[in-house]
C-alpha cells in the first residue's frame, strides 16, 4: 500500500531537480519520480475524497515492472509495487510508456492504437480531472534526467 506525507523543505525540491540520471523503469527511477511527487503542496479537491491510485505495469524484456502514483489531499507518492486498491491499471509496453514519458505520443494515442490498454473506474479520473489538470509538470526534470538503456528488467 502507498504511503503518506512530504517534505515540504526547498532543500528537497532542489535535491529533485539536481538528481542523478536514472535509467527509465529502474528502482532510482521510481525513486526520482516518488520525491518530485512529494514536493506537490496539497491537493485541495481531493481532501474530502478517498485517494486516487493509478497503477502501470509495464512490460519489458520478459518481466513486468508495476509502480503506483496516489493521489490524495496530502499531494502525491510514487511506488514500487501493486496497489492494495487501484481506481485504475494501465497496462502498455515499454517502447509505449517511454514514448508517452518523453511526449513523443500521448496516453489517448496510445489508447487508439491499441498499445495502451486501461481497466478500473475511469469516472474517478474524470471527477477529479480539474484538481489533476491543476497540477505543475512536477516530473519535468525526472523526465530530462532519464536514460533508456537497461541491464535487465527493472535495473538501477
Known amino acids: 500500500m502507498l504511503g503518506r506525507g512530504r517534505p515540504d523543505t526547498p532543500a528537497t525540491v532542489s535535491s529533485v531537480r539536481s538528481a542523478d540520471v536514472a535509467e527509465f523503469l529502474s528502482d532510482s527511477w521510481i525513486a526520482a519520480l516518488d520525491r518530485a511527487a512529494r514536493t506537490l503542496p496539497p491537493l485541495a479537491g481531493l481532501a474530502a475524497q478517498p485517494p486516487l491510485v493509478v497503477e502501470q505495469r509495464v512490460r519489458r524484456d520478459d518481466a513486468e515492472i508495476v509502480y503506483a502514483v496516489r493521489f490524495d489531499g496530502d499531494g502525491a507518492r510514487v511506488e514500487r509495487g501493486a496497489a492494495d486498491a487501484p481506481d485504475l ?18 496516453a489517448q494515442e496510445a489508447i487508439a492504437s491499441g498499445r495502451l490498454k486501461v481497466r478500473g473506474r475511469l469516472e474517478r479520473l474524470r471527477a477529479l480531472g480539474e484538481a489533476l489538470r491543476s497540477l505543475d509538470d512536477v516530473f519535468r526534470d525526472v523526465r530530462a534526467a532519464t536514460t533508456d538503456g537497461h541491464s535487465g528488467p527493472g535495473a538501477t
Open 89 to 106: 491499471v494501465l497496462h502498455m509496453d515499454a517502447v509505449t510508456a517511454r514514448a508517452i514519458q518523453r511526449g513523443a505520443t500521448t
